[in-house]
């Protein structure tokens, strides 16, 4: 039988890499052992919350990953990992044993630096939506109850977090549904970073322009304490401000099972790993990939950041098994866009390349680009992007 490589976690960077593992590796046992019952996409789901998309749209089974390609799905929960003996636990009973490991579970919110926000309680009265899911759809309902003239507020943490753009497209599209429902409503958009992190000026246009009156930006903003039932947050520099509907986005870490198993060697929050081959640091034969790792200086936590890194890692695993030597000049791109309206869009897009000195990626000069303007066929392109890196990732 061939080498078994097990992937944790069905998302961008699990599914992405398994799919391609097992083609450019059909010889070996690929096993994707995921938690959820479906796969709900995180790119657009700002557009659930303001109104001109469902989550259907962005839910997808594991199913083709079986039945098209080869790789074993099991639905359960890696609750441990043993580097040493080369095997994880599952939450139903019983272990598996693995001659590679790949580890892409996400993030997991680190809730604990939240003061007044650590009981579920607060948390189901302030909602992230930063996983794609039920709070996205609950947070969409909220908006649409929200008092004529009363005031949406949302938290950014500072970075590193997943999706650095998407808190302030997420601002955007819920000031453009408003526009038109609620028009006396206010969007208070609070940062704990000193200025915009992503798409500065396109944002800050939009914010001036579009939703002039109504979009309120407010940088160093820094979480003090909230008081969840009295819909209140102090921030460190200022008293404290209410709202209507507050959607607090945590600080965020490596998924829980990456922290369990040691692997976030970086401040105990992100896992650093060989950028040839998204091996671990710390755990020979175990790789991560995705929002987990600690991201290379300027290179977000992202999507497409994640379906590129699965297939770097994934190339790397296929020479391992056989033998070979692993690239050493991985490229790797981004693209990101974000409406800032139902149909208008912008992006930024780099490219990134191996630098074997500092043993890391780097922004390749020239290339890349920032719209220079938001138009609808940006959006067009957006919605084709979201649909096929879909379609990458999971069939
Ligand atoms: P995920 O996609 O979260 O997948 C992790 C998977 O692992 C999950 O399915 C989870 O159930 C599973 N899992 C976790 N732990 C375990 C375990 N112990 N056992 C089994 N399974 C487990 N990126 C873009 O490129 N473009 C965009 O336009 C964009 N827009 C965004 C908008 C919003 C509002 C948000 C929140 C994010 C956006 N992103 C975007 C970022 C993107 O969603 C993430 O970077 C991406 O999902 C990271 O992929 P991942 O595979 O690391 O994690």
Same mark, same amino acid.
């Given at each position: 039988?061939g080498?078994?490589?097990v992937?944790v976690? $069905?998302?961008?960077?699990?599914?992405?890499?398994?799919r391609?593992?097992?083609?450019?590796a059909p010889?070996?046992?690929v096993v994707?052992i995921?938690?959820?019952e479906?796969?709900v996409?995180?790119?657009?789901s700002?557009r659930v919350?303001? $109104?001109?998309?469902?989550i259907?749209?962005?839910?997808?089974s594991h199913?083709?990953?079986s039945?098209?390609?080869g790789?074993?799905?099991v639905?359960d929960?890696?609750?441990a990992?043993?580097?040493g003996?080369?095997?994880?636990?599952l939450a139903?009973?019983?272990?598996?044993?693995?001659d590679?490991?790949?580890v892409?579970?996400?993030?997991?919110?680190?809730y604990?630096?939240?003061?007044?926000l650590?009981?579920?309680?607060a948390?189901?009265?302030?909602l992230h939506a930063?996983k794609?899911?039920?709070?996205?759809?609950?947070l969409?309902?909220r908006?649409?109850?929200?008092?004529? $003239?009363g005031v949406?507020?949302?938290?950014?943490?500072?970075?590193?977090?997943?999706?650095p753009?998407?808190?302030y497209?997420?601002a955007c599209l819920?000031a453009?549904?408003l526009?038109r429902?609620?028009p006396?409503?206010?969007?208070?958009v609070?940062?704990?970073?000193?200025?915009v992190?992503a798409?500065?000026s396109l944002f800050l246009d939009?914010?001036?322009?579009?939703y002039k009156g109504m979009?309120?930006?407010v940088?160093?903003?820094?979480?003090?304490?909230?008081d969840?039932?009295?819909?209140?947050?102090?921030?460190?520099v200022?008293a404290?401000?209410?709202?209507d509907?507050?959607?607090v986005?945590?600080?965020?870490?490596?998924g829980?099972?990456?922290?369990k198993?040691?692997?976030a060697?970086?401040? $105990?929050?992100w896992c650093?790993?060989?950028?040839l081959?998204?091996e671990s640091?710390?755990?020979?034969?175990v790789?991560?990939i995705?929002?987990s790792i600690?991201s290379a200086?300027?290179?977000p936590?992202s999507?497409?950041?994640a379906?590129q890194?699965a297939?770097?890692c994934?190339?790397a695993?296929?020479?391992l098994l056989a033998?070979k030597p692993?690239?050493?000049?991985p490229?790797v791109?981004n693209?990101?866009?974000?409406f800032?309206?139902?149909k208008?869009?912008?992006?930024?897009?780099?490219?990134?390349?191996?630098?074997?000195?500092k043993r890391?990626?780097?922004?390749?000069?020239?290339?890349?680009?920032?719209?220079?303007?938001a138009?609808?066929e940006?959006g067009?392109?957006a919605?084709a992007?979201?649909?096929?890196i879909?379609?990458?990732t999971?069939?």
């Amino acid at each position: 039988a061939g080498a078994r490589v097990v992937v944790v976690g $069905g998302g961008f960077a699990g599914a992405t890499c398994a799919r391609y593992l097992k083609r450019w590796a059909p010889a070996a046992e690929v096993v994707l052992i995921e938690a959820a019952e479906a796969f709900v996409a995180c790119p657009m789901s700002n557009r659930v919350i303001g $109104g001109t998309m469902s989550i259907r749209d962005l839910t997808r089974s594991h199913a083709t990953l079986s039945a098209a390609h080869g790789v074993q799905v099991v639905r359960d929960t890696v609750t441990a990992i043993d580097a040493g003996a080369r095997r994880v636990s599952l939450a139903r009973g019983g272990a598996m044993s693995y001659d590679r490991l790949v580890v892409a579970p996400g993030i997991d919110f680190a809730y604990d630096s939240l003061p007044g926000l650590e009981s579920a309680a607060a948390q189901e009265q302030v909602l992230h939506a930063w996983k794609a899911g039920p709070q996205t759809q609950e947070l969409r309902r909220r908006l649409v109850a929200l008092p004529q $003239g009363g005031v949406f507020a949302i938290h950014i943490p500072a970075m590193s977090y997943r999706c650095p753009p998407g808190p302030y497209e997420r601002a955007c599209l819920v000031a453009r549904s408003l526009q038109r429902s609620n028009p006396r409503a206010k969007v208070l958009v609070f940062d704990a970073n000193p200025d915009v992190v992503a798409k500065k000026s396109l944002f800050l246009d939009a914010f001036r322009n579009r939703y002039k009156g109504m979009i309120e930006y407010v940088p160093n903003a820094g979480y003090e304490e909230m008081d969840a039932a009295g819909g209140e947050l102090r921030f460190d520099v200022q008293a404290g401000i209410k709202a209507d509907l507050w959607n607090v986005i945590p600080p965020q870490r490596a998924g829980i099972i990456a922290r369990k198993a040691g692997l976030a060697n970086v401040g $105990g929050r992100w896992c650093e790993v060989d950028f040839l081959s998204y091996e671990s640091k710390v755990a020979p034969g175990v790789h991560v990939i995705g929002d987990s790792i600690a991201s290379a200086p300027g290179l977000p936590k992202s999507a497409h950041m994640a379906n590129q890194q699965a297939k770097v890692c994934a190339a790397a695993i296929a020479a391992l098994l056989a033998g070979k030597p692993v690239s050493d000049e991985p490229i790797v791109t981004n693209t990101c866009y974000s409406f800032v309206n139902e149909k208008e869009a912008i992006h930024v897009a780099g490219v990134y390349r191996y630098d074997a000195d500092k043993r890391t990626m780097a922004a390749v000069p020239g290339a890349g680009g920032l719209s220079s303007a938001a138009t609808s066929e940006e959006g067009f392109m957006a919605l084709a992007w979201a649909f096929n890196i879909l379609n990458d990732t999971l069939g």
